[in-house]
């Protein structure tokens, strides 16, 4: 058994099953062992990025890391972007790279080019992995390997790199590996749940955020059952809806700067709020974080040691994994408490008052398709098994606003590393998964542009999948900003400055059957789709159609001026600013 055979056998018996690769003559054994290891998928795309996004989507569908394998130098180069991704989206996943031969030496610094191919892979990967490691001759590859993978899921999670130069990838192995030692999480303790009872008894209206770590408990019974019992508002973040499907009448949604109006407002009334599993980062805060934390208790639990929320005049920090919370007994213990049940009807007030259906109807466009509409009879029409992922901008915020999951029903995207061509890709890996019958990819015409070919990758695969491209122009989001602050100057964001392609054309060249909504009433034909096969649905959107509600920043004395979560654009009715003034007044 050579070293790249042991790599893959010992990765096995972790229960890590699936590498996304694009093979190279710098990682020929390594392509080798993971093709032949039993149990073990690999799959080979046309891009190392999106190998990458495919293995980061896979870790956070399964929370345990998968593989992406890379060829020397361009090929790592490549990988580099789908590292960052995992890094500040907090995904498990294990890059490995092919390395030039171990008796050739490069002083970097110094020397530009010494070897075909080669550069500095240690130097872009460190900034951007938990711990990177180039194995020599001397490793015990079982431990190495074994202690990467417990890195990348312990504490925070995040991506690891394993550098294998190419002989020692195929040097000989004697004897059977020794029994690792693991790095083991920590068993839920009473700590945590009494740490944060303390905490609610000493506030009056709390709300609960559930952020991206709690992604790693969602589909337990007793975080499920948390939900359902506890008779307080929860909300999450754009993009997390799954997380909150079993809270009921308590789910109010998405918050933030493009988020839900009643999350916001509810989050605004508040006198303290519990974040679990959420670094309360400006992405959801908006800029104003100094009035988002005024007059707020604020307790975090969250893996991360390292969180710091300056503005937050009373703030209790809890630094543990979310999977030490003992959501049973906290169920229990709140279960049993009515103090807060005025709270809970004043919420349940707002979120009739201002809810999904009354802010599709007050921003409902009639040219071409409106977003929100669609995403709401998508999500109605979708079966109960299906998978969906989400691009950047429209796509993602329309449907986070309006789509209430069910059933199995999950919905995945790339929250903070936010970038285009992630959506394809992730597709792949989220289908790998075989969690979804149905997969339905939410992308835009920009962000489907930069890994294009992967829809080839993903044709391969024998599931209902439907790929939906909101077809508005170039770059909506872009042009937004344009519109704000340049005086409408759209340079590189629109048809005059951008090429596509026609899609009825690109969609028959990739095998798969062709679909154009261009009006509202057409939106339920998407049910044709979701029986079967391999689609490409265009939706028309207006170009002017852009995200609502949402704050928009305004430029004084050349500086940005944002206003709180409370002042989202466009301003509500009159009639409706008076109905919450007055649900305010009796709180």
């Known amino acids: 058994m050579n070293c790249s055979d042991t790599i893959f056998k010992m990765l096995a018996e972790l229960g890590i099953t699936h ?19 039993s149990g073990f998928q690999t799959r080979f795309f046309h891009h190392e990025q999106a190998a990458g996004f495919a293995a980061e989507a896979h870790g956070r569908v399964e929370n345990r890391p998968a593989v992406c394998l890379a060829t020397i130098g361009p090929g790592a180069a490549n990988a580099i972007s789908a590292a960052f991704s995992c890094f500040i989206n907090s995904v498990p996943c294990l890059f490995i790279s092919g390395a030039k031969r171990s008796t050739f030496q490069t002083d970097y610094p ?21 711990h990177y490691h180039c194995l020599s001759a001397n490793d015990d ?79 337990c ?20 809806n799954h997380l909150l499907k079993a809270a009921g009448q308590m789910n109010l949604g998405c918050f933030g700067p493009t988020g839900r109006r009643a999350a916001n407002r509810i989050l605004t009334e508040a006198d303290a709020l519990v974040a679990i599993g959420s670094g309360l980062d400006i992405d959801t805060t908006g800029f104003d974080r100094s009035s988002f934390f005024r007059n707020k208790r604020i307790l975090t639990i969250n893996a991360d040691a390292c969180l710091d929320i300056q503005e937050a005049a009373d703030w209790t ?51 071409a398709v409106d977003p929100y509409l669609f995403c709401q009879r998508l999500g109605l029409l979708a079966p109960d098994d299906t998978g969906f992922v989400g691009g950047i901008s429209l796509d993602i915020v329309a449907f986070s606003h309006v789509t209430q999951l069910r059933g199995a029903q999950e919905f995945y995207l790339s929250p903070h590393a936010g970038q285009l061509g992630w959506d394809i890709p992730a597709t792949v890996g989220i289908a790998d998964s075989g969690r979804f019958g149905t997969i339905v990819c939410l992308t835009g015409d920009g962000s489907l542009m930069f890994n294009l070919q992967e829809l080839a990758t993903l044709r391969r695969i024998d599931r209902n999948i439907v790929v939906i491209i909101f ?11 344009q519109d704000a602050h340049l005086g409408g100057r759209h340079f590189g964001s629109d048809p005059e400055w951008l090429g596509f392609p026609d899609w009825a054309a690109l969609s028959q060249a990739f095998g798969y059957r062709y679909m154009s909504i261009e009006e509202n009433d057409g939106i339920d034909a998407i049910r044709q789709s979701m029986t079967g096969g391999h689609w490409f649905v265009r939706i028309k959107i207006d170009p002017e159609r852009g995200r609502t509600p949402r704050l928009v920043s305004k430029i004084r004395d050349g500086k940005f001026v944002s206003p709180t979560i409370f ?21």
């Open 19 to 37: 590498c996304y690769a694009v093979p190279g003559g710098g990682i020929m054994y390594l392509v080798d062992a993971a093709g032949r290891q």
């Open 110 to 130: 110094r020397q530009r080019f010494n070897f075909p191919q080669d550069g500095d892979t240690e130097g872009m990967a460190t900034p951007v992995v938990k």
């Open 141 to 219: 590859i079982s431990q190495v390997v074994t202690q990467l993978v417990d890195l990348a899921c312990s504490g925070r999670p995040g991506p690891v790199w394993l550098d294998v130069a190419l002989d020692i990838q195929a040097s000989q192995v004697a004897g059977e590996p020794q029994a690792p030692s693991r790095i083991l999480p920590a068993a839920p303790t009473n700590d945590v749940t009494n740490a944060l009872l303390t905490f609610l008894a000493q506030v009056e209206r709390p709300v609960f955020l559930m952020g991206r770590g709690c992604e790693s408990v969602f589909r």
């Open 221 to 240: 019974d007793d975080y499920r059952r948390f939900l359902r019992d506890a008779r307080l508002p929860f909300i999450t973040t754009v993009g997390s």
């Open 317 to 367: 920090q809890l630094t543990t994994s979310v999977r030490n919370i003992d959501f049973s007994n906290l169920a229990c213990r709140l279960a049993k408490q009515d103090r807060y049940a005025g709270w809970a009807t004043f919420c349940r007030s707002i979120e009739a008052l201002l809810s999904t259906q009354f802010e599709i109807d007050l921003n409902l466009t009639n040219t």
């Open 471 to 481: 077809d508005n122009g170039g770059y909506n989001s872009i042009r937004t900003s």
């Open 567 to 587: 002042d989202q654009f466009p301003e509500l009715p009159p009639h409706i600013e008076a109905a919450y003034a007055a649900l305010k007044a009796n709180l």
